[in-house]
């Protein structure tokens, strides 16, 4: 796998990542939300360089102008409902990317350390040689990017994957590169150190859902 970490280099996008862990401005849910979708722009742009370009000659009214054009069917599959503002972010650029939405959340069946990964509702276009790209903002033991990727194989082999998140533990870095073949991607603002216990990254930023959307219950 292609590991490709953003924040490897100054940019903008560290003011972005700042805002998100900072407590005493990440409660502001549309401000975290946004910026969220803000990281999905700067990181869909970053991936399109990798893409198939065609030429195509473009008619200005004064003339004409050769221009190398994406020719790449994209497919973008989220990881809900945390990867919805990500899924925004990536959808204001690929504008006509087909969508897939699957839920995968960590159902903690006997106490707070010990979950699951249960994928239950799942919609997929066919992904026979199509440009995938999976968005979780938050990559923490690999698993839910995993279990999405099992549960996507009957929809067809894609002709590439990109792999796309935010805030990554080194943990789940190395799962998913140990799970995906070396010919697929990961584009990422930043990798964190530390799991803790609760397989929460340290220091992260908590927990995206309950930032982006308000507190669940547990079920
Ligand atoms: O790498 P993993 O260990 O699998 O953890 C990451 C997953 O955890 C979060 O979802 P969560 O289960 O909190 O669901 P939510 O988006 O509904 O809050 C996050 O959005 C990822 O989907
Ligand atoms: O740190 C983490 C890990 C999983 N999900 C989150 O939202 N945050
Ligand atoms: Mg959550």
């Not at 700067?42 to 000659?57: I, Q, R």
């Not at 943990?171 to 216990?197: C, K, P, R, Y």
């Amino acid at each position: 796998m292609n590991i490709h970490n953003l924040s490897e280099s100054n940019s903008i996008l560290n003011s972005f990542i700042a805002e998100i862990r900072d407590v005493s401005i990440q409660q502001d849910r549309m401000r975290f939300r946004r910026n969220i979708e803000r990281i999905g722009e700067v990181l869909g742009y970053e991936m399109s360089k990798t893409l198939e370009f065609k030429t195509k000659n473009i008619k200005t009214p004064l003339g004409e102008k050769p221009t190398d054009i994406y020719q790449n069917d994209i497919v973008l599959c989220s990881i809900l409902r945390a990867g919805v503002p990500l899924h925004n972010g990536l959808l204001n650029y690929f504008d006509d990317a087909e969508n897939a939405f699957i839920s995968a959340y960590r159902h903690h069946k006997h106490d707070p350390e010990t979950f699951e990964i249960v994928v239950e509702y799942l919609a997929c276009p066919d992904l026979s040689g199509k440009t995938l790209i999976l968005a979780d903002p938050m990559l923490a033991t690999g698993q839910s990017m995993v279990a999405t990727f099992e549960a996507l194989k009957p929809f067809g082999t894609p002709k590439e994957i990109h792999l796309v998140s935010v805030i990554g533990a080194q943990a789940g870095v190395d799962f998913v590169n140990s799970h995906f073949d070396d010919d697929s991607h990961l584009w990422i603002a930043t990798i964190d150190e530390q799991l803790n216990d609760k397989g929460y990254i340290i220091p992260g930023l908590g927990d995206a859902g309950d930032l982006a959307f308000g507190k669940k219950l547990q079920q």
